[in-house]
């Protein structure tokens, strides 16, 4: 298995605070991606980097942000957390070759109340 | 935009039975790769397919990818309980963009 973890792998907030979702990686993987998992929506993309400091929107950003200082750690924050934003987030990383195979993290799972 | 549709949504069958699930869409795909995700669990690669009319087989799954490059199944021979999950498939389009489909959810029944 690829050395993905995710942390928190569970959290509980309130509306209005801010989350930070972390992403580590040992495998040295120059892409990391960001998903968020919804029943009848499957995944869908939230942001992605393909290096150090250089990350890019995906489907469904607006609220989101991201940071990637270095290449194991992939940062997922949330500003001011909405209800909407209750869901399971995944990381993912990839090592592009010749395909494009993902390789999950654990998730986490956060609910805003 | 890129979208992947996937037949059926749910799915429930007795240990031994044969199925197949379905990924389709009207856009072509340099790749397309399917997932198995158990509950609490993040998907875990299965497959990718990269060729028109490819066809790959992992112990008793069969994975077919469509000519056109724009459609693919899944076929199970005598499904067993540990087959049971969330069956995704996922497009890609030359690194340019990844996109997965809702899934197709399984239960086998011993």
């Known amino acids: 298995d690829a050395g993905i973890t995710q942390s928190p792998r569970h959290k509980v907030t309130e509306t209005g605070t801010p989350v930070t979702l972390r992403c580590h990686q040992t495998e040295n993987h120059r892409y990391m991606y960001w998903y968020r998992q919804d029943p009848g929506h499957g995944l869908r993309l939230i942001h992605y980097s393909y290096g150090v400091k250089d990350t890019d929107k995906g489907e469904v950003s607006d609220g989101y942000s991201v940071s990637r200082s270095k290449t194991e750690d992939f940062l997922l924050t949330l500003e001011s957390a909405t209800s909407s934003q209750t869901s399971v987030y995944f990381c993912a990383i990839s090592e592009h070759r010749v395909t494009y195979e993902q390789y999950f993290g654990p998730g986490t799972r956060l609910t805003v109340t | 935009t890129q979208l992947l549709e996937q037949s059926p949504q749910f799915l429930s069958i007795q240990e031994g039975e044969n199925l197949t699930v379905y990924c389709n869409s009207s856009?072509?795909?340099?790749?397309l790769q399917w997932y198995r995700q158990e509950p609490g669990e993040g998907p875990v690669l299965l497959v990718t397919?990269?060729?028109?009319?490819e066809v790959k087989k992992l112990k008793r799954l069969t994975f077919q990818f469509g000519d056109a490059r724009k459609d693919s199944s899944l076929h199970i021979t005598a499904a067993q309980p540990g087959d049971t999950g969330l069956y995704l498939c996922?497009?890609?389009?030359?690194?340019?963009?990844?996109?997965f489909g809702p899934g197709t959810r399984l239960s086998v029944l011993p």
């Open positions: 856009s072509v795909f340099s790749s």
């Open positions: 397919v990269v060729t028109g009319g």
């Open positions: 996922a497009g890609d389009n030359y690194g340019q963009n990844f996109v």
